[in-house]
């Protein structure tokens, strides 16, 4: 079993950044291919990124390809999602999310475990 709790989220202006952290208990982190999602109000869940269990592979969604930076420190078990240039459309709730699976994967259900989710506003 794992547990994630994320953190880092708040109100920024266009164009600024925020990193987000994802604290993992329980397990190993290093065991885990780690992701991160986001829902905006009235949308679907949507892949940000996700991050290979050594950290030396990433892959992204679209919409954020080339602004956002996942990274991790299994030493500390924590994940980090920066985030730059941000735009109002990146409103949402940020989720932290950890698979077992085999390789890097944008599917949510290949993530078993979730964390609580932190919200990131960004105004125009």
């Known amino acids: 079993q794992v547990q994630l709790v994320e953190s880092g989220g708040g109100l920024v202006q266009a164009g600024g950044s925020l990193r987000l952290s994802c604290g993992v208990s329980?397990?190993?982190?290093?065991?885990?291919?780690m992701g991160w999602f986001r829902q905006a109000p009235g949308k679907e869940r949507e892949f940000v990124g996700a991050?290979?269990?050594?950290?030396?592979?990433?892959y992204y969604g679209d919409p954020v390809k080339g602004r956002f930076t996942i990274s991790r420190d299994n030493a500390k078990k924590l994940v980090y999602l920066q985030m730059n240039s941000l735009k109002p459309e990146d409103t949402a709730v940020y989720y932290c999310a950890a698979s077992t699976v085999y390789t890097i994967t944008s599917t949510g259900i290949d993530y078993a475990y979730w964390g609580q989710g932190t919200q990131v506003t960004v105004s125009s």
């Open positions: 991050i290979s269990r050594s950290g030396e592979s990433t």
């Open positions: 329980g397990r190993t982190s290093s065991s885990y291919i």
